[in-house]
Every structure is written in C-alpha cells, then in structure tokens.
C-alpha cells in the first residue's frame, strides 16, 4: 500500500514537471526507503527516530500507522512488535534500533546505489 502510494506520488508529480519531480526522482534513486511501522502513542517508536536521528540524511523514512484501516495487514503482523523497520522493503529489525545491523546495511544499499549510477 505504502509502496503504491510512493509510485502514484512519483507518477503525479512526473507529469506535472516541477521542481517536485526533479526532487523525488533524485532522492528516490539515491537515498534507501527506511520504513517504520509504529501508531499513535509509541513511545519505542520516538525513541527510536531518536536513535535514527544521526543517519537521518542518508535515507527516506517512511511511516506507516499500522492502526489505519488500509494497513490492517501490517497491524495484524506487527500489532506486538512495534517499532519495525524495513529498508527498501525488506524487514530489517524489531523492537528496538540494531545500530550495527542499520549501518551495516544503510552501508551495503548505499555502495550499491553508486555502483548503478
């Protein structure tokens, strides 16, 4: 859902030509999606943005209010484990920020990315 309202934005403001385009295009292709499923109060979920904070330019975060209808699927998957995090889609970490385990990856996408440009 979170991935189909990324591509309607991305398509919207393609054809609109505007600096808008210009900065989704160009983030989007060079900065990794970090996304946080969290609700509305999560304590853990601040606490770890604040962790986050430091890396803070060198990736997109997204987040996704699992208790939204639309994503009652993610809310029936992590409604025990808030905060979760993926990166680029895939499941990256649970509970609490693996500092390591992000930089290690933010690292490895990173390197990735300038290989493909």
């Not at 189909?4 to 292709?29: D, K, N």
């Not at 509305?40 to 430091?54: F, G, S």
């Given at each position: 859902?979170?991935?189909?309202?990324?591509?309607?934005?991305l398509?919207l403001?393609?054809?609109?030509?505007?600096?808008?385009?210009?900065?989704?295009?160009?983030?989007?292709?060079?900065?990794?999606?970090?996304?946080?499923?969290?609700?509305?109060?999560?304590?853990?979920?601040?606490?770890?943005?604040?962790?986050?904070?430091?890396?803070?330019?060198?990736?997109?975060?997204?987040?996704?209010?699992?208790?939204?209808?639309?994503?009652?699927?993610?809310?029936?998957?992590?409604?025990?484990?808030?905060?979760?995090?993926?990166?680029?889609?895939?499941?990256?970490?649970?509970?609490?920020?693996d500092?390591?385990?992000?930089?290690?990856?933010?690292?490895?996408l990173?390197?990735?990315?300038?290989?493909?440009?």
């Amino acid at each position: 859902m979170v991935l189909c309202f990324l591509s309607r934005t991305l398509q919207l403001a393609r054809h609109s030509s505007s600096p808008l385009w210009r900065q989704l295009s160009s983030t989007s292709t060079n900065k990794p999606v970090l996304t946080l499923f969290t609700k509305k109060p999560c304590p853990l979920c601040d606490e770890a943005k604040e962790v986050l904070e430091p890396y803070k330019r060198r990736f997109i975060l997204q987040e996704v209010d699992i208790t939204l209808p639309e994503n009652s699927a993610w809310c029936d998957k992590y409604r025990y484990d808030i905060p979760v995090f993926h990166l680029n889609g895939k499941f990256l970490m649970k509970h609490q920020v693996d500092i390591k385990k992000f930089e290690d990856q933010l690292t490895k996408l990173e390197l990735q990315n300038a290989r493909n440009q």
